[in-house]
């Protein structure tokens, strides 16, 4: 049975609020959470983005269930910094958490002053990174010269099974690539046609048997105007797509070119609709993928609202 979760947005909630929410969300019957690990929200509207390890070890002390986390190594992060924080929360809360590696966007990776490199060299640098994780997991001590540079690392702070660590994608390309080095993936919702190539491309790259994780963008109001302006105010700017999205450096960057996305642009990336029964059936749809667990992103101010609605409607464990 596919697994409902909760998507945890640090971008538009205070890290307490947020915390409230997904212990809500637990008591509401969703099976799991995850969250993204930001520096700067998508926009300043969203006017949040609290650091998510600090929250992580409080939200999963007040709750029992499990925890997915996407980061990107290299750039704001060290990875044997990364690696530590992962390790930790894993030997705390043994067996419940995930870490999802991805490449990064420069709204959070680019504070550092680096030179933000093209997709092709970020995606070098995550694979060196992964292969440092490895290491640093199975308590060897770690020297390494590449791309990023580790001198006699070692982390005596472990949990006896490491975090499994994900990779993230967007694009087939991407998928493929994960595949050969992740133990499961985390892609994104949308067109479930489109996901479908995203899946099998992890897939039949050796991503087989593995666990899948998407995470599914909507927008539910109790009227239909109410959603589609939630979803355009609160992620808008964060839907324009291409390489734009991982180039810009601000969240005023975002809310400029947010202004162009149209209805027919958000509705491309985010389920909006007032109907319950609408969104079952998409998360229907994409249950038929056969992925480990679906987290619902309800990207409106409602969520408590949401979580209600859930609860009523997308959660009696019939998907």
């Known amino acids: 049975m596919v697994m409902i979760g909760y998507h945890a947005s640090h971008e538009q909630f205070s890290p307490r609020e947020l915390l409230n929410l997904v212990v809500e ?3 509401a019957g969703f099976d799991c959470a995850k969250s993204s690990d930001h520096f700067h929200p998508w926009s300043e509207r969203q006017g949040q983005s609290g650091f998510a390890w600090s929250w992580l070890g409080a939200a999963m002390q007040a709750t029992g269930f499990g925890f997915g986390m996407i980061s990107a190594p290299g750039f704001r992060y060290h990875p044997a910094v990364l690696a530590q924080a992962a390790a930790t929360i894993g030997q705390m809360f043994p067996g419940r958490l995930w870490l999802s590696l991805g490449s990064g966007e420069a709204i959070n990776e680019s504070i550092t002053g680096q030179a933000w490199p093209e997709k092709a060299e970020r995606n070098a640098r995550l694979r060196e990174c ?3 994780f490895h290491a640093l997991f199975d308590g060897e ?3 390494h010269r590449g791309r990023v540079t580790v001198i ?3 982390l005596y702070s472990r949990p006896a099974e490491p975090v499994p660590l994900f990779g993230a994608a967007v694009t087939p390309a991407t998928a493929a690539f994960c595949g050969h080095w992740a133990d499961g993936l985390l892609t994104t919702g949308g067109d479930v046609e489109t996901v479908r190539t995203v899946i099998d491309a992890f897939r039949d790259n050796g991503g087989a048997g593995k666990p899948v994780h998407i995470q599914h963008a909507l927008s539910w109001a109790p009227d239909e105007a109410t959603a589609l302006h939630e979803a355009l105010d609160q992620w808008g700017p964060s839907s324009i797509g291409g390489e734009a999205a991982w180039d810009l450096r601000r969240p005023s ?3 400029s070119v947010g202004r162009l996305v149209t209805e027919k642009d958000i509705r491309t990336c985010v389920h909006v609709s007032a109907d319950p029964t ?7 749809e994409l249950s038929a993928l056969e992925p480990t667990a679906i987290h619902l992103h309800c990207v409106g101010r409602n969520q408590r609202a949401f979580i209600d609605m859930a609860a009523r ?3 009696d464990n019939a998907l």
């Open 130 to 132: 992964v292969d440092i």
């Open 253 to 255: 960057d975002f809310d």
């Open 313 to 315: 409607h997308l959660l």
């Open 152 to 154: 006699e690392a070692k």
């Open 278 to 284: 609408e969104h079952r059936a998409r998360i229907e």
């Open 25 to 27: 969300a637990e008591k």
């Open 141 to 143: 001590t770690v020297t």
